[in-house]
């Protein structure tokens, strides 16, 4: 319905899904405003002492994907960890 609604024909509308590149993964979950791990470290901070906060951050910052030369790997292994 929508996308009859916006495009007119639905088969000539853009696919509503996109398939992202390992950066782009990487950007959602690791990096930047809105990303899953800044959300999960807003979440949690309320509950934890800034201590393990910080120590947390570290960890997770030392578990980011991006400076690797096989991203989908590290990804991989990172998702795991």
């Known amino acids: 319905y929508v996308m009859r609604c916006i495009f007119g024909d ?3 509308a ?7 590149s390992p950066e782009e993964v990487v950007s959602s979950l690791w990096k930047g405003e809105g990303s899953f791990v800044e959300e999960l470290l807003q979440c949690i901070a309320a509950h934890v002492e800034e201590g393990i906060l910080n120590d947390l951050k ?3 910052h030392a578990h980011d994907p991006s400076s ?10 990172s998702l795991l960890w």
Not at 68 to 77: F, G
Request: hydrophobic fraction near 25%.
């Open 10 to 12: 639905p088969r000539k």
């Open 14 to 20: 853009p696919p509503p899904l996109e398939k992202l």
């Open 68 to 77: 690797s030369a096989d991203i989908q790997k590290e990804l991989r292994k």
């Open 58 to 60: 570290s960890k997770i």
